[in-house]
């Protein structure tokens, strides 16, 4: 019998899971940026920045962005490390060309691979910083992933990882009549996609919380993992250290 996991609300086939995010992403790619920017006030730019500024890339240093979709981060650690140190990799096609001809328009010509995060092809021991921003959640098997970023980083290496979280108590009613009445019709009058964006948000709420994601680090093979807690937890930032 097969496996099943959590598509948003919804259980499916482990061996689905993939496809059906593939999907999604392939569906929201042309809009995801104004998308962004709109469900987060603009915010999502912020929370990259400091995930830029805590990552503290220099030049010649070798990264890894996973699930790098628009390549808001790539962009950022290119212009750092220089282009041809930054990889850009994503599972979804559709949203790996809009993050390489953002980078392009910018006169940065970065390496690409469309590859599966829990199966990267890349040795062990490869890069200085390895970062996910929004796509974790996505992952079928977190663990998997987060052990093979790992593996691909060098000692002293550092993961980053940037995904939405649990929020403060005190704003959860708020924050789920945005999520679940807000945001799909966001989706259905922007992107002409109710569907999608009914998903992300049902994934953002499946994602472990803050303790659990830094205890899973740990578990990954990572050292003085810490959180950062972003617009109230909302979003959180993980780094953890490789030894």
Known sequence: MSKTTHFGFENVAEELKSAKVREVFRSV???YDLMNDLMSAGL???????TVDIAAVKPGEKVLDVASGSGDLARAFALAAGAGNVWQTDINEAMLKVGRDRLLDAGL???LAICDAEALPFASNSFDLVSVAFGLRNMTHKDQALAEMTRVLKPG???LVLEFSKVHESLKKAYD???????PRLGKWIAKDEASYRYLAESIRMHPDQD???DMMGAAGLSRVEYFNLAAGVVALHKGIKT
Do not use: E
Not at 44 to 50: A, E, N, P
Not at 177 to 183: A, D, E, M, P
């Open 29 to 31: 790619a042309p809009s």
């Open 44 to 50: 999502h730019r912020l929370w990259k920045k400091f």
């Open 109 to 111: 010509v970065c390496p």
């Open 157 to 159: 290496g550092r993961l």
């Open 177 to 183: 009549t945005y999520s679940f009445q807000v945001l």
């Open 212 to 214: 659990t994601l830094r």
